[in-house]
């Protein structure tokens, strides 16, 4: 459908502002095409009055019934009323074609400017037809995959009207119990940047009708909120800014992302939304990047919570100066902006600077071409639910399963002749897989375990509850309840468990329990899960322990006792059929754990790359106690991160190196034979690790550099190969700035980050 502006746009206005509406979307990063959308950005800038500029930079919260009659009273008239004007960019939380249209047609027909809406949603692992969690697509290693599982996110959201996602989140998240673990890549910063730009480019695409422009978010640290109480506090020195938390933003950056989220934590004492370092020194000025920056939700307004604005008006200035672009739903822009520009507290200048890439986002969304690109109700119909949208996320679903322990061939699972009992409320629960943040999906609409397991005929299967996890039904904004008292099922779940071969115990998180404003301070099973899984085991030890969760969790018991443990995360809407093909040895598990399950709690945070100390010592208590360590549990972790087991056994052969040394502008090769020692065959995720020895700052006992995924037939041996250059081993240095440092470093190559499979090499500048 072609939009026609309306007849009573002045021609001129038409000439000026629009130039050549009917050419080609300019949606490439060429310069030529940036200069012609930068001449209708400038045109359409100089028409507009402070006010419509402070408009765009504004975003409200979908707000009334939006095709019944217009909302007369309160909030919502007058954010009605802002929108007739043209004093509303944005609006999030309206979805479907039907009401962003009828929304958009008052924005580009009743406004004086006509400027189009952008239109946002949390579209952070699916629409309708819901993908993996993002901490278990990393999972899956599968940069492809995961690709794919953004593209279907993307192509069902534009379809119904969307425009703009607030995703992907890059923040590298190192303690379990910050509830929105779930919603990144983990705790390594190498696989949070080549996840980031996979994400980005998904969404993305040819921002054609079928993309959506990504929001790169939390700009930054919030993952670092102490304690992982979320809205905490984040404590972290530059080093960890830089080395640490900002790499996958850049290179998300690079990815061509078209907008940032700030975030509410505060950073070397200032919030980030109004941080000036962050948004305008780092992103707009080192990082050249040419979109726009919202706030998070009401992060302008919490400056006063902070105690950094004495009122909102002060967060406006602060904000605005800062350089965060568009207000959500603080209305401290809208409020007080242009008067702050009119007292000179505010320049007009960084006002058009906000105005001109908000409206270049739009242009590159090619909003200003067809303000209804995104709105038409059959491409809706035959898009939303699509059987290939299905198809693509059971395939990253199922790539996004971890095997943890495998004893006793427990797994796979004959296909004939085994009675499998299945136990746990989780097993049965077509919801808590869709995971936190699914909220353009209905209750309901995910396979189940038991179902999945139902498909295949071959065997006998019974199903006991054993225990509620939650009580009633979870919301989306309130606290989850737990069960901490019922185990009035167990009797059943007992005998159910005598009675059979195998026992198949689906236990974990509810998907309600994690996500935004979701810290747990305990990490092990819920509710009355452990003893359940006690007793149960104590009637049949033949357990496998498929673990539903959205972050790592504490299960030292189980990984002692239990013979088979599965990672099976929130999966999504095909998460019964992955979890049924994996346990029954149709696809070979290949997820290799994101971040690190540790012993307790009180090792959090936790993570693989960290920094060696003065006093590193090993992993298990001495008679000394002068180390660094726990004087009653050991320093490893549970599992580390990168692990995960498969039906195939790989056994690696020693590093080789093509030399010892290489020097500016040279590379080494680093190469491993893999071997498939089974009859299965199977996918392995290869991982390149290094470690600088000595820095002008100190440095992480092992860093991630790279990583094949790669397939190897049963009996067949692969050799992978790894390019090293400068590039692999610059990091921040004292010197304030990304550079590759003289001296001697270790190489290891392995199936986790715990491997000792080294080689060394020596870097002369
Ligand atoms: C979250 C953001 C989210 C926004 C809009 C905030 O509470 O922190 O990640 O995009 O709400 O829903």
């Known amino acids: 459908m072609k939009y026609n502006l309306p007849k009573y746009i002045l021609p ?36 507009m009055t402070l006010e419509e500029k402070v408009g765009q930079m504004n975003q409200y919260n979908g707000f009334w019934n939006v095709t019944g009659p217009a909302p007369k009273d309160g909030s919502a008239a007058k954010k009605y009323e802002h929108l007739k004007k043209g004093w509303v960019g944005s609006m999030l939380n309206v979805k479907g074609v039907k009401d962003v249209k009828a929304l958009q047609k008052i924005a580009v027909e009743e406004t004086r400017l006509h400027i189009p809406v952008i239109f946002g949603y949390d579209v952070i692992h699916g629409y309708k037809t819901i993908s993996p969690i993002p901490l278990a697509e990393a ?45 990144g890549a983990g705790e390594d910063t190498y696989l949070n940047s080549v996840i980031a730009a996979a994400r980005v480019k998904g969404f ?28 905490s506090t984040a404590d972290m020195n530059r080093n960890t800014l830089h080395n640490v938390i900002l790499p996958p933003f850049k290179a998300a950056a690079d990815a061509g992302a078209l907008t940032f989220m700030n975030s509410f934590n505060d950073i070397d004492g200032i919030p980030a939304t109004g941080n000036t370092y962050l948004q305008r ?13 919202v706030s998070d939700w009401g992060s302008m307004g919490e400056m006063v919570g902070h105690g950094y604005a004495k009122d909102l008006k002060q967060a406006a200035e602060m904000a605005a100066n800062a350089g965060s672009d568009m207000d959500m739903e603080s209305s401290g822009y809208i409020e007080h902006l242009s008067a702050l520009v009119r007292e000179g507290k505010v320049s007009e200048d960084k006002i058009n600077d906000a105005v001109r890439r908000i409206l270049k986002v739009k242009f590159q969304l090619g ?23 299905h198809d693509g996320v059971l395939d990253v679903a199922k790539k996004s399963i971890v095997l943890l322990k495998n004893e006793k061939n427990l797994l796979p699972l004959k296909k004939q002749g085994q009675k499998i009992a299945v136990i746990g409320a989780l097993a049965n629960d077509k919801t808590s897989p869709l995971g936190s943040w699914r909220i353009g999906a209905d209750d309901n609409t995910a396979v189940s375990v038991l179902e999945g397991l139902r498909e295949y005929k071959g065997n006998q299967l019974t199903y006991a509850k054993g225990a509620d996890v939650v009580l009633g039904n979870p919301q989306f904004v309130v606290e989850t309840k737990i069960n901490t008292t019922d185990k009035s099922g167990f009797a059943e779940a007992i005998a159910t468990a005598k009675s059979a071969d195998v026992v198949i115990m689906v236990l974990g998180e509810h998907g309600l329990q994690t996500g935004e404003g979701r810290s747990r301070a305990e990490l092990g099973l819920p509710g009355v899960q452990q003893e359940l899984l006690e007793a149960v085991y104590k009637a049949n030890p033949n357990v496998v322990l498929v673990l539903t969760n959205g972050r790592p969790l504490i299960i030292p018991w189980a990984a ?8 099976a995360w929130h999966l999504g809407t095909e998460s019964g059929h992955a979890i049924a093909q994996v346990l029954y040895g149709d696809y070979n598990p290949s997820g290799k754990l994101p971040m690190t399950f540790p012993r307790a709690v009180g090792q959090l945070p936790m993570y693989y790359n960290h920094k ?12 000394s106690v002068f180390w660094s360590h726990y004087g009653d549990i050991d320093n490893s972790p549970v599992y580390p991160f990168g692990y ?39 996918k392995e995720v290869v991982q390149l690790y290094i470690r600088d020895l000595f820095g002008s700052v100190t440095r992480p006992v092992k860093e991630l550099k790279g990583f094949e995924l790669t397939e190897i037939k049963a009996g067949q041996t692969k050799t992978v190969t790894f390019t090293i250059d400068e590039k692999t081993i610059e990091f921040y240095t004292a010197n304030n700035k990304w550079e590759a440092e003289a001296g001697d470093f270790k190489i290891f190559v392995g199936g986790d980050s715990a491997t000792k499979n080294e080689a060394s090499f020596t870097f002369t500048k």
Not at 24 to 34: W, Y
Not at 204 to 223: D, I, M, P, R, T
């Open 12 to 47: 001129a206005l038409l000439a000026i502002a629009f130039g050549c509406s009917t050419a080609k979307q300019d949606i490439t990063s060429s310069p030529k095409n940036k200069t012609s959308i930068d001449r209708k950005v400038d045109s359409l800038l100089s028409l």
């Open 139 to 183: 999972a899956s290693w599968d940069l492809e995959a995961i690709q794919r599982s953004a593209e279907i996110a993307a192509a069902e959201s534009a379809a119904s009207g969307l425009n703009w996602t607030f995703a992907p989140m890059v923040d590298v998240s190192r303690d379990a119990r910050w509830g929105r673990v779930m919603e």
């Open 204 to 231: 993305q695409g040819n921002l054609g009708e079928f993309s959506l422009a990504a929001c790169v978010k939390h700009f930054a640290g919030y993952s670092f909120a102490e304690a992982g109480k979320d809205y």
């Open 281 to 293: 020194d780092i992103l707009k000025k080192e990082w050249n990047f040419e979109g726009f920056v």
């Open 367 to 389: 909003l200003f071409d067809n303000p209804y690109k995104y709105c038409d109700e059959a491409r809706e119909a035959a898009t939303v639910g699509k059987k290939e949208f």
């Open 560 to 567: 002692q006792n239990v013979p088979a443990i599965v990672e």
């Open 612 to 623: 060696s100390t003065g006093r590193p010592g090993g992993d298990a208590p001495t008679e």
């Open 644 to 682: 995960g087991l498969s039906y195939s056994k790989f056994e690696y052969g020693k590093v080789k190196l093509s030399a010892g040394s290489f020097g500016k502008n040279g590379k080494i090769t680093v190469s491993v034979d893999v071997k498939n020692n089974s009859t299965v065959d199977g």
